[in-house]
């Protein structure tokens, strides 16, 4: 198998404290990270969520104006439509 070099760079601490985990479990920094990419390409995802806070931001703004607009005025909204706005937000 032919190896390559990957250079990274990472906060001095983060970096002390990952190579003290790693020794604490038995490996090295080097295998720790060939296990991740290893589990990333065969899973094809990486090995933990990562998200924005933009979508639920987005959702409870959209809800604190319905919300407005429900306490002055009559109109009402059914889950059909309210559905149907959400689905429209994240297309």
């Given amino acids: 198998m032919e190896?390559?070099?990957?250079?990274?760079?990472?906060?001095?601490?983060?970096?002390k404290n990952f190579e003290q985990f790693c020794d604490n479990v038995g490996m090295n920094v080097s295998t720790a990270i060939n296990m991740f990419?290893?589990?990333?390409?065969?899973?094809?995802?990486?090995?933990?969520?990562v998200r924005s806070n933009f979508f639920d931001d987005l959702v409870y703004e959209k809800l604190q104006e319905a919300e407005l607009e429900m306490s002055n005025t009559s109109k009402r909204y059914s889950k059909e439509k309210i559905l149907e706005s959400m689905n429209k937000m994240i297309e």
């Fill in 3 to 15: 190896t390559s070099t990957l250079n990274v760079q990472a906060d001095a601490n983060d970096k």
């Fill in 37 to 49: 990419m290893k589990a990333v390409l065969r899973e094809q995802k990486l090995p933990f969520e």
